[in-house]
């Protein structure tokens, strides 16, 4: 299994609500990571876990919360988003060994903030 | 900091032309390089990498690259494209130790006329 999973796909909230992004990947990948994407832009790094330890955290506002549960699974949870946050959110994974630079993308969860 | 530049924002060719995306990258030592594609909507794909060894990479889909140490660059090369090629295409780096952050260039986007 070479593929890292997402739900939902899309997903429409308003500024109030509270949602969460969920990341699954079964290659035995110890770091993981999540990523927005604006249209027209390459991905910007948000979060880096690293043995379901938080090791690069971009500056991101405390509107968007990470969690790694287990060493397969990732989450955003989503609180108090604004309109600008709207745009495509990927996951990734990496391994720990020799490839460790190599990542591999989940498909997106497509977020509008209404 | 390591940077990624892709000169072209937008590239046009012919469906069975053949195909150049260029991408320099400035980096002290040797850099890890990457190419991915992303097609509408959707998450980034890995086509290949170089890491080292063989200058000339072979990635998925028959695309190659070449590191070229002396012009910093990694060029993507297609002999003959085909329609469903039509994508976002970023180069990416990883400067070694720097817990795996990739940095991506601002993509080119690839037109395929029948």
């Known amino acids: 299994d070479t593929e890292v999973t997402q739900t939902p796909k899309h997903l429409v909230m308003g500024m109030t609500n509270k949602k969460s992004l969920k990341c699954e990947q079964h290659m035995g990948h110890r770091a993981m990571y999540w990523y927005k994407q604006k249209a027209k832009k390459p991905p910007e790094l948000m979060f880096v876990y690293s043995y379901e330890k938080l090791s690069i955290n971009e500056s991101v506002p405390s509107r968007f919360s990470p969690e790694c549960p287990n060493s397969s699974l990732l989450n955003l949870h989503l609180h108090a988003l604004q309109p600008e946050d709207s745009a495509l959110y990927l996951c990734?994974?990496?391994?720990?060994?020799?490839?460790?630079?190599?990542?591999?993308f989940g498909p997106g969860t497509r977020l509008t903030v209404t | 900091a390591q940077s990624v530049t892709q000169p072209d924002i937008h590239i046009t060719v012919s469906e069975g032309a053949s195909l150049e995306l260029r991408c320099n990258y400035s980096y002290g030592a040797t850099p890890y390089l990457f190419w991915y594609v992303q097609s509408p909507g959707q998450g980034l794909q890995l086509l290949l990498k170089?890491?080292?060894?063989?200058?000339l990479v072979q990635g998925i889909k028959g695309f190659e690259a070449e590191f070229k140490r002396s012009q910093s660059s990694f060029n993507l090369r297609k002999p003959s494209v085909h329609w469903s090629d039509a994508a976002e295409y970023f180069c990416?780096?990883?400067?070694?130790?720097?817990?795996?952050?990739?940095?991506f260039g601002s993509g080119t986007q690839l037109t395929v006329l029948p």
């Open positions: 170089y890491f080292s060894g063989d200058t």
């Open positions: 990734a994974s990496s391994p720990q060994d020799r490839f460790a630079y190599e990542q591999y």
């Open positions: 990416a780096v990883v400067a070694e130790g720097s817990a795996r952050q990739l940095t």
